[in-house]
């Protein structure tokens, strides 16, 4: 018994070296996205550059899925808790929100169904080809 609970211990700290590993490859993809939109003049976000760099590099099979999937999913994960410390800094903003609240709220209802529509839709299509995306 004690032999499984060893090799159990060095299962889980072997998985977390990995997600560490990865979310640091994650992190290189974001810097690299963030340099070449300085360099580039590009008005948009280097975290989305560089993860659009990995996505077609994930594509193409020239990045292998099994690098990054630990640590995508951890971030994934815990993703509700990278948005607490905004949700806390919005309270800073009351009378903001007093003057702007319902124009706030409807923006973010009719993106919010935007995304859980373009979401199904995408599901349902993917489901129809037989799990095959794109």
Request: aromatic share 12%.
């Amino acid at each position: 018994m004690k032999k499984v609970l060893k090799i159990t211990k060095m299962f889980k700290l072997r998985r977390i070296f990995l997600a560490l590993i990865q979310i640091g490859i994650l992190y290189i993809f974001s810097l690299v996205g963030s340099f070449l939109g300085k360099v580039l003049h590009l008005n948009f976000p280097g975290s989305l550059i560089g993860m659009g760099i990995l996505f077609i590099l994930l594509r193409l099979g020239i990045f292998p899925y099994n690098w990054v999937v630990i640590g995508g999913n951890w971030l994934l994960a815990e993703l509700l808790l990278f948005f607490i410390p905004s949700v806390v800094a919005i309270m800073q903003y009351m009378q903001f929100l007093h003057r702007e609240g319902l124009d706030l709220f409807l923006i973010i209802l009719i993106s919010t169904v935007t995304v859980m529509v373009s979401s199904g839709l995408t599901a349902e299509m993917i489901t129809r080809k037989g799990g095959k995306a794109l």
